[in-house]
Nanobody, 122 residues
Framework: QVQLVESGGGLVQAGGSLRLSCTAS????????MAWFRQAPGKEREFVAA???????TYGDSVKGRFTFSRDNAKNTVYLQMNSLKPEDTGLYYC????????????????WGQGTQVTVSS
């Protein structure tokens, strides 16, 4: 089991930026597909971005061109740079790890963090 700890959430005005981080406790970090999901109140958990060490990143349609996923295997950490934030980006952002390839499906990921809250004011 991989323990995942997210950080970097907060309150930001529309048009602003935030960078989320997720650090994993595993010696085999490079083997994992890492992903970000988010969940707004009353809504389903939504795919944001995912990548293995060697594949291109896959992004959800609602964040393409605004969010950038990156990973630092030496630090067992993935990042989500979020620019041009909108009020509809508000939600609890979760980091996830899995052993399949990049997937937009929640079921493809076996370990989840506790989430970090992002709130975008208009």
């Amino acid at each position: 089991q991989v323990q995942l700890v997210e950080s970097g959430g907060g309150l930001v005005q529309a048009g602003g930026s935030l960078r989320l981080s997720c650090t994993a406790s595993t010696r085999t970090f490079s083997l994992y597909t890492m992903a970000w999901f988010r969940q707004a109140p009353g809504k389903e958990r939504e795919f944001v971005a995912a990548a293995t060490m060697s594949t291109r990143t896959t992004y959800g349609d609602s964040v393409k061109g605004r969010f950038t996923f990156s990973r630092d295997n030496a630090k067992n950490t993935v990042y989500l740079q979020m620019n041009s934030l909108k009020p509809e980006d508000t939600g609890l952002y979760y980091c996830a790890a899995g052993l399949a390839g990049p997937s937009t499906l929640r079921g493809a990921y076996i370990d989840w963090g506790q989430g970090t809250q992002v709130t975008v004011s208009s």
